[in-house]
């Protein structure tokens, strides 16, 4: 059984830091991509960033320059290292892989394995 389980998340000010990590039991890392999803209340969640096997990142716009993602296949673990927060990142954060396509993608129906994710919330 596949199981993926985030951490890391807590409460920080505004330009403050945290790292996520994501810890994978089961897969076994042969899907074209992982990322990291976030939800914030009373909205839709939204796609933050995917790794994909060759290690490239690639960030929404919001993100992009201040989240970087990593992975550690050894360990079976996915990091998003959270730079320079903002009180608009607060939300839920969950990472996933992407099992219904052959390809990498930034839709949530294409992903698979979710976690019970974990809050990030930054005050101003």
């Known amino acids: 059984q596949v199981q993926f389980v985030e951490s890391g998340g807590g409460s920080v000010q505004s330009g403050g830091s945290l790292r996520l990590s994501c810890a994978t039991s089961?897969?076994?890392?042969?899907?074209?991509?992982m990322g990291w999803f976030r939800q914030a209340p009373g909205q839709e969640r939204e796609w933050v960033a995917n790794?994909?096997?060759?290690?490239?990142?690639t960030y929404a716009d919001s993100v992009k320059g201040r989240f970087t993602i990593s992975q550690d296949k050894t360990k079976n673990l996915m990091y998003l290292q959270l730079n320079s927060l903002r009180p608009e990142d607060t939300a839920m954060y969950y990472c996933?892989?992407?099992?219904?396509?052959?390809?990498?993608?930034?839709?949530?129906?294409?992903?698979?394995?979710w976690g019970q994710g974990t809050q990030v919330t930054v005050s101003s």
């Open positions: 996933a892989a992407v099992t219904a396509v052959p390809i990498c993608t930034v839709l949530e129906v294409d992903f698979s394995y």
């Open positions: 089961g897969y076994t890392y042969n899907g074209p991509c």
């Open positions: 790794i994909d096997n060759t290690d490239m990142g």
